[in-house]
Nanobody
Framework: QLRLVESGGDTVQPGGSLRLSCALS????????IGWFRQAPGKEREGVSC????????NYRDSVKGRFTISRDHAKNTVYLQMNSLKPEDTAVYYC???????????????????WGQGTQVTVSS
C-alpha cells in the first residue's frame, strides 16, 4: 500500500510561483513513476507532468513546458512540482499519482496510476 499526500497549494497572482510537494509513504519498493494531474472546475482531469525510471526521466504537457519543473528527492520520498510564471488557466486542484512497475507517460499524463493523493488547490488570480 502506498500513500500520497500533496501540499503547497495556495492563491497567487499571475506571474507568481508555487512549489507543490507530494510526500510518499508506505511500500515504495515497486514504485516506478509519479505524475502530477490537475482538474479545473467543469473540466476533465488532465496530466501535467511525470517523473520516473532509473534516471528520473521527465515529461510535460505542452502548456507548462518551460514554466513547470518536476523533481524527485529519493531520500525524502517526495516529488515536487515547481510552478513559475503562473497563469489564471493554471487554476485547478492538483493531484499526484503513483504508478508501480511498468510505466508510461505521454504529454504529461501518467498512464493508469495505481494510487492517488487527495489533491491541493492552486488558484491564480489578481
Amino acid at each position: 500500500q502506498l500513500r500520497l499526500v500533496e501540499s503547497g497549494g495556495d492563491t497567487v497572482q499571475p506571474g507568481g510561483s508555487l512549489r507543490l510537494s507530494c510526500a510518499l509513504s508506505g511500500s515504495t519498493s515497486d514504485l516506478e513513476a509519479i505524475g502530477w494531474f490537475r482538474q479545473a472546475p467543469g473540466k476533465e482531469r488532465e496530466g501535467v507532468s511525470c517523473i520516473g525510471g532509473n534516471y528520473d526521466s521527465t515529461n510535460y504537457r505542452d502548456s507548462v513546458k518551460g514554466r513547470f519543473t518536476i523533481s524527485r528527492d529519493h531520500a525524502k520520498n517526495t516529488v515536487y512540482l515547481q510552478m513559475n510564471s503562473l497563469k489564471p488557466e493554471d487554476t485547478a486542484v492538483y493531484y499526484c499519482a503513483a504508478r508501480l512497475n511498468a510505466w508510461h507517460c505521454e504529454r504529461g499524463a501518467l498512464y493508469d496510476p495505481n494510487y492517488w493523493g487527495q489533491g491541493t488547490q492552486v488558484t491564480v488570480s489578481s
